[in-house]
């Protein structure tokens, strides 16, 4: 009798076995078709992935363009316009000093201004429902641009899910110009420190179009935008 309990719980040992070796073969197999079909998009889907990511680019470089343009403020109220076209760049610049005020938003405030106004959603023409989870941007050594979303597309009675994060960097100290900007902002304004600008690390042009008006152009010469440095600029006024 034992015997035969004994080769009855033998045979129930290699049939559960099987039952789990089984399980496991499946469970893998399934795991790595679901895996395949979500990463093998249709080639008309692909594309406009694809779209969506390049336009994602230009509106991130676009706005680092004006940033650039606007000294950090892209809204800002505060502008300078130039009567003159002697000079080959932009004849408008936003005050960062006026009347001995300080007008340089700290980097986080950039940050979430950036973040803000990119107006990403005008990318997704051809997709259905876009939802922004989060769009965080990061101004430091170089610039992080992470976008989170939930974008879907219907294709021959199918949908498919986009690409749910997309990172960007870009290879730019904007934190460095934002600390070389601050630094003359901090000085007297009556006082070009043309040290100060020369130790800056980076190539710093200063007009004077007016008696009492400084333009500021701090360009960053290991970073090209449209074939140029990007430049930063501002106006300090003295008056």
């Known amino acids: 009798m034992k015997t035969g309990q004994t080769t009855l719980f033998i045979i129930l040992g290699i049939l559960l076995i099987f039952l789990i070796g089984l399980f496991v073969l499946y469970s893998t197999t399934y795991r790595e078709k679901t895996v395949f ?3 093998s998009l ?3 889907v692909q594309e406009i992935d694809t779209q969506i990511d390049t336009c994602f680019k230009e509106r991130i470089y676009n ?3 004006m940033l650039g343009q606007y000294g950090g403020d892209i809204d800002s109220e505060k502008v300078y316009l130039m009567n003159t076209s ?4 932009s004849t408008s610049y936003t005050y960062l000093s006026k009347d001995g005020e300080n007008f340089l938003s700290p980097l986080s405030e950039i940050e979430e201004n950036f973040a803000a106004s990119l107006g990403l959603f005008t990318c997704f023409e051809d997709v259905e429902a876009p939802e922004f989870s989060e769009v965080d941007v990061q101004l430091r050594e170089t610039v992080t ?3 989170m979303n939930s974008a879907f597309i219907s294709f021959e009675n199918s949908t498919y899910s986009l690409t749910p994060v997309r990172e960007y960097s870009i290879d730019l100290n904007f934190a460095g110009i934002h600390n070389i900007t601050e630094t003359i902002l901090n ?3 009556s006082t070009i420190d043309f040290s100060l600008l020369l130790e800056s690390g980076y190539m710093v042009y200063v007009l004077r179009p007016e008696n009492r008006t400084i333009i500021y152009v701090i360009e960053d010469q290991n970073f090209f935008l449209n074939e140029e440095p990007y430049k930063f600029m501002f106006v300090v006024d003295l008056r």
């Not at 002697?86 to 760049?89: A, D, M, T």
């Open 37 to 39: 079909e979500s990463l």
């Open 42 to 44: 249709p080639l008309e």
């Open 63 to 65: 706005h680092l363009l």
């Open 86 to 89: 002697s000079f080959n760049i």
């Open 145 to 147: 641009v992470t976008v």
């Open 187 to 189: 000085q007297d304004p």
